[in-house]
């Protein structure tokens, strides 16, 4: 079975710095699907980057970007020029692309992302 | 506006009794899920269906039974097997392998 670990369960940035988020994950699959979601106090969950394990180019979304390092099996998010609107839960979730394999996502415990104006 | 509807938000019930949580999905997803979240942890998966009519259990299935008779539903039955049943529940589904989970805005039970 796969598991996920956010070893930070909350961070705190000065607004307009940068930030990152942790991430590691552990599995014997080769091919998997990374993601970052937010969830702000709303509760919704919203998808942030996605990653496709076997593309070694890091994933980037206007101010969000990723580092994935896949033998290290580390997927951390950063995050520039942060926002007051950022501020929410950040999870780390992997998805098996093992066809006829278990699906749906396995999550991390979350981060905290405090932002200081 | 296509998207996933959870009913209700919130839901209050007395121990003992089953209860089920409704999900509607209309992006014409293959695949539909219930996770559970509790303070201070990650999202776990309850029960899983990549089509219609058939289900798998998660990690954390006992106490929960759910159907797929179509493809927009994916009802859930909290039983009153649960021995732990307050908890903030989602719904998600997705279009197939190695696409992102789009969810519901969640449904947030309480049992006393």
């Known amino acids: 079975a796969q598991t996920v670990t956010q070893s930070q369960p909350e961070m705190s940035v000065q607004e307009a710095e940068t930030v990152t988020l942790s991430c590691t994950y552990d599995?014997?699959?080769?091919?998997?699907?990374l993601f970052w979601y937010k969830q702000p106090p709303s509760r919704q969950m919203i998808l942030v980057i996605r990653?496709?394990?076997?593309?070694?180019q890091n994933a980037t979304e206007n101010r969000f970007s990723v580092n994935f390092q896949k033998a290290a099996k580390s997927f951390s998010l950063k995050i520039s020029d942060s926002q007051l609107g950022d501020a929410a839960m950040y999870f780390c979730?992997?998805?098996?692309?093992?066809?006829?394999?278990?699906?749906?996502?396995?999550f991390g415990k979350g981060t905290h992302l405090i932002i200081q104006p | 506006d296509g998207g996933i509807t959870q009913s209700p938000k919130y839901l209050f019930r007395k121990e003992g009794q089953n209860v089920t949580l409704s999900c509607e999905q209309n992006?014409?997803?293959?695949?539909m899920y219930w996770y559970r979240q509790d303070p201070g942890q990650g999202l776990r998966l309850i029960y899983y269906s990549q089509i219609v009519n058939d289900f798998q259990k998660g990690d954390i299935a006992e106490g929960y039974s759910v159907s797929r008779e179509k493809k927009e539903s994916f009802p859930l039955t909290v039983t009153s097997a649960q021995k732990n049943p307050t908890a903030f529940y989602l719904c998600a589904s997705s279009s197939g392998y190695g696409t992102e989970a789009f969810f519901g805005q969640g449904t947030r039970l309480t049992v006393v």
């Open positions: 990653q496709e394990a076997y593309k070694q």
């Open positions: 992006l014409n997803h293959d695949a």
């Open positions: 979730a992997y998805r098996s692309a093992v066809l006829g394999g278990a699906d749906g996502l396995t």
């Open positions: 599995t014997s699959e080769s091919d998997y699907y």
